[in-house]
């Protein structure tokens, strides 16, 4: 077995990448404190050619070497936008026709092996805080919640763990389609 080279796996440059047709999914970060969880997120946005990032509240921005660390250059690739309120981001996203969920555990929450979207349908998620999640009055916003299920007995995830899994789930038809 031999490690396959960026040539072999494919991978499109940063000029076909902006040219590229996206999946109309948005992240949205609703005060991110950690510079490496944006960046994360920059770098999984990439991965599955994620339409932007909305970056919402103190949740930090590019350029900065820290967020570059784990970026590796998708700030560079992944649009982004900035909002002082999350609140203006959700609104502006509902309506230019997203349905916006939340990542977080409600009641009534949707599990995310039971979420059903389609690969035109234009979506945007949104991913809280570290320590306080997804704030109350945004989830008053928004069109329902999804809930990463869990065995375990710690309920939660790093926000860039739960973006790497609900940004797979949610690309996850257009990738039936390669």
């Known amino acids: 077995m031999r490690k396959l080279s960026m040539d072999d796996l494919g991978r499109i440059s940063k000029e076909a990448f902006k040219q590229a047709e996206k999946n109309p999914i948005v992240a949205v ?3 991110i404190r950690s510079m490496h969880n944006v960046g994360s997120v920059f770098r999984t946005a990439d991965a599955f050619l994620i339409e932007a990032i909305c970056l ?3 949740t930090p921005q590019p350029p900065h070497r820290d967020i570059h660390k784990t970026a590796l250059g998708a700030t560079e690739t992944v649009d982004w936008l900035y909002y002082e309120e999350t609140a203006n ?4 996203l509902k309506q230019r026709g997203y349905k916006v969920f ?3 555990q409600v009641e009534g929450s949707i599990s995310l092996e039971k979420f059903v979207n389609h690969s035109s349908e234009k979506i945007a998620v949104v991913f809280g805080n570290e320590v306080e999640g997804v ?8 069109d329902g919640c999804i809930e990463i299920p869990q065995l375990g007995t710690k309920h939660s995830l790093n926000i860039s763990v739960a973006a790497g899994i609900v940004l797979w789930k949610l ?5 039936s389609k390669i």
Not at 89 to 92: E, G, Q, S, T, Y
Not at 135 to 142: F, G, N, R, S, V
């Open 29 to 31: 970060l609703d005060n």
């Open 56 to 58: 919402c509240g103190f």
């Open 89 to 92: 981001a959700v609104n502006d």
């Open 102 to 104: 939340a990542v977080e």
């Open 135 to 142: 704030d109350e009055a945004i989830l008053h916003l928004c």
């Open 171 to 175: 690309s996850e038809p257009r990738f």
